[in-house]
């Protein structure tokens, strides 16, 4: 069931009516980048297999929910190299959206390679991006020099690492420790929990943010809380799912963003409702995972 179904029928079946036009108000949670102390909007989009495709539904769908975004309170959107068509999506979506200058923009190389930062460069119609990572480290003596060094040459404002892979935190670990990246993007949610024990203490202590992709355990929060109503204790703090899987996340102060990707603006709008409203104490925290395990 995709989240598009499942949210269909829970809103028809378990939730009151409106629950997802519910406006908690207030400010929006703003989380500093520990390297510079800029401030980025705590929620954002990830590209991962829904903009993939340079068709014209694709790109409108892109334009839409780059709008939704920004017009949320929302700036951060990440890519690939490797995502299909998806730079070149956004390329031409930003733009149509009120702007490249309005999106911090994350992409992601599979190397230290100068033509695929070209490439990339070039589907995203932009001189340089905000956060430049490499992606699915495997090496632990990997060397981020030539990311320091177009940095330093202005192509972009910050580096990261990334792995959404339990059997490269290792690999992770080594790099995060030896070349302090800016960032470090790894697979967290609230049924997958390693990287709240092995590298959020680390990133923590190497001053580097924290993205967090694959905030929905890849489907499996959705298909697990289907047919079921948001708990009544819940309620102070999420009015969705959607919100209650990401305000788990972000109430790690040690997270600086979740990237939750789809193509879909109502998706984008009930997401970006995680960056407003107070977030769960740690009790509270601690009452989620266990209502998940009993899942």
């Known amino acids: 069931m995709t989240r598009r179904s499942f949210s269909a029928l829970a809103a028809a079946v378990a939730w009151p009516p409106g629950v ?9 949670i703003l989380r500093a980048i520990p390297a510079t102390g800029e401030r980025l909007p705590a929620v954002g989009l990830g590209t991962a297999s829904v903009f993939d495709s340079d068709d014209a539904r694709t790109r409108e769908a892109a334009a839409q ?3 939704t975004l920004l017009e949320g309170g929302g700036r951060l959107i990440d ?5 299909g068509d998806a730079e070149r999506v956004l390329g031409q979506a930003m733009p149509a959206a009120g702007g490249r200058d309005r999106v911090f923009v994350a992409t992601k190389l599979e190397a230290p390679d100068a033509a695929e930062l070209e490439r990339s460069l070039t589907r995203l119609g932009t001189r340089r991006v905000d956060l430049l990572q490499l ?17 330093a040459e202005g192509l972009c404002r910050y580096t990261g690492i990334t792995s959404t892979s339990h059997r490269d ?31 959020l203490p680390l990133a923590a202590d190497m001053r580097a943010g924290v993205l ?14 289907r047919g079921k109503p948001l708990p009544e204790w819940a ?29 879909d603006p109502g998706h984008m709008a009930d997401n970006l409702g995680a960056m407003r409203g107070r977030l769960p104490d740690a009790a509270e925290r601690g009452r989620m995972v266990a209502f998940v395990q009993t899942l």
Do not use: C, M
């Not at 890519?79 to 995502?83: C, E, G, L, N």
């Not at 090496?139 to 060094?149: E, G, I, T």
């Open 79 to 83: 890519t690939a190299s490797v995502y």
């Open 20 to 28: 997802f036009a519910q406006d908690r108000g207030g400010a929006l």
């Open 65 to 67: 929910v780059v709008r």
């Open 235 to 263: 309620t102070g703090f999420a009015d969705s799912w959607a919100q209650f899987f990401l305000k788990y996340l972000l109430g790690d102060e040690r997270v600086t963003a979740v990237i939750p990707g789809t193509s």
């Open 135 to 151: 992606h699915n480290v495997r090496d632990p003596q990997q060397s981020l020099a030539r990311f320091k060094a177009w940095k």
């Open 212 to 225: 967090t992709a694959l905030p929905f355990g890849r489907g499996r929060l959705f298909r697990a809380v």
């Open 169 to 199: 935190y290792t690999a992770i670990e080594a790099v995060l420790a030896r070349e302090k990246p800016d960032f470090v993007q790894i697979g967290y949610s609230l049924d997958d929990r390693e990287a709240e024990a092995r590298i």
